[in-house]
Every structure is written in C-alpha cells, then in structure tokens.
Nanobody, 126 residues
Framework: QVQLVESGGGLVQAGGSLRLSCAAS????????MGWFRQAPGKEREFVVY????????YYADSVKGRFTISRDNAKNTVYLQMNSLKPEDTAVYYC???????????????????WGQGTQVTVSA
C-alpha cells in the first residue's frame, strides 16, 4: 500500500521560507513522477510543480516559478519543496502526489496522480 506523509508546514511571515518534505513508501519511488499541489480555502486544488523520476526535469506553475524549488532523494524515498519569498497568496494546504503511471509520465492534472498525502498547512501572514 502506497503511503505519502507530508511535513514541514507552518505559519510564516511574508518574505519568509519553508521547506516541505514528503516521505513515500509502498511503491518503487524512483520510477515515478512526483508532484506538489495546493488547495486554498474555497478554491480547487491546483498544480504547483512536478519532478521527473530521476530528478533532472522539473516544471513549475507560473505563480511559483523562481521562488519554489522541488527536489528528490530517491535513496530516502523523499521529495522536497523549498519555498522562498512566500506571499500571503501562497497560503494553502499543500499535498504531494505520485503519478499513476511509471516513467516520464508528466501531468498538471490532479486526475493523473493516484496517491496523495494528507496535506500540510502553509499559512503566510502579511
């Protein structure tokens, strides 16, 4: 059974930084694209970034490009999201997810990810 556990969320002032972690188990982690998504109150879950199985290719939403950095450590089955220059509009619950197919299977659609973590709250105060 696949499990994803996020950590690292919290309350931070605008301009601050946080680092999220997502520990995975139950699937050959290194074979799958991993994604981060977020959901603000009253809004749909939206794509933030994904990373290739080997960690060499990434794709960011325009809203976070240049401020967020995704990385992964396949030896530790963990993916990270370094968030810098945080803004109040970054406030959301952040989720990591595993692509439903192995290999270079890239998507920004939530429907193409079949396992999700429980989410971690990120709150950015003005």
């Amino acid at each position: 059974q696949v499990q994803l556990v996020e950590s690292g969320g919290g309350l931070v002032q605008a301009g601050g930084s946080l680092r999220l972690s997502c520990a995975a188990s139950g699937r050959t982690f290194s074979r799958y694209v991993m994604g981060w998504f977020r959901q603000a109150p009253g809004k749909e879950r939206e794509f933030v970034v994904y990373i290739s199985p080997g960690g060499t290719y990434t794709y960011y939403a325009d809203s976070v490009k240049g401020r967020f950095t995704i990385s992964r450590d396949n030896a530790k089955n963990t993916v990270y999201l370094q968030m810098n220059s945080l803004k109040p509009e970054d406030t959301a619950v952040y989720y990591c997810a595993v692509a439903r197919r192995s290999g270079d299977y890239y998507s920004r659609e939530t429907s193409e990810y079949d396992y999700w973590g429980q989410g971690t709250q990120v709150t950015v105060s003005a």
